[in-house]
């Protein structure tokens, strides 16, 4: 397996929870290290353009009110397999179909607040990398 990045976005609805510190000990403790980490507030149209993939689901405008709701912490995790790695740890996009122990079983509330993203797959992960951070702030 090799070594990989992907982009991690802790949600306002974690962050306004204060679970920030307990989503990166689930991140830690499978193996990922964060590289680059900031807490942001995005713009209603800064959350649209992340999402934009999205522009054409019955749920597009909900979603970027939620992310622009609160503030966000943006990560870049580092691991080996680091992108599967990290959805594992995630759990299924509806915290009903989640796994036991996996953050979105332990802390979603609703399948739109279900408080992580995580890259897809390694084009995503490039582009979503990109999107929020310059190399001079990825650290490995
Ligand atoms: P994931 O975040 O697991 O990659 P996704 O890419 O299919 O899931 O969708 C992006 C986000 O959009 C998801 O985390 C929450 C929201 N979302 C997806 N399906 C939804 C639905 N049926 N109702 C409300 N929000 C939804
Ligand atoms: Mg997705």
Redo the contacts with the bound molecule.
């Keep these: 397996m090799a070594l990989e990045r992907t982009l991690s976005i802790i949600k306002p609805d974690a962050t306004r929870r204060n679970l920030t510190g307990k989503i990166v000990a689930k991140f830690e403790e499978a193996g990922l290290r964060v590289v680059a980490s900031k807490r942001i507030h995005l713009s209603p149209a800064q959350a649209g353009a992340f ?1 934009a993939v ?1 522009k054409e689901r019955p ?1 597009y405008g ?2 970027v009110a939620q992310m622009s709701a609160e503030p966000v912490v943006v990560q870049v995790l580092e691991g080996e397999g680091a992108i599967l790695k990290n959805r594992e740890v995630m759990g299924a ?1 509806n915290p009903a179909n989640a796994a036991e122990g996996t953050i979105r079983k332990e802390f979603a509330l609703s ?2 607040e ?1 408080s992580v ?2 890259s ?1 797959a390694p084009e995503t992960a490039a582009q979503e990398i990109k999107f929020f951070f310059s190399d001079l702030e990825i650290v490995g």
């Design positions: 999402y999205h749920f909900e979603l996009t399948i739109g279900n993203h995580g897809d």
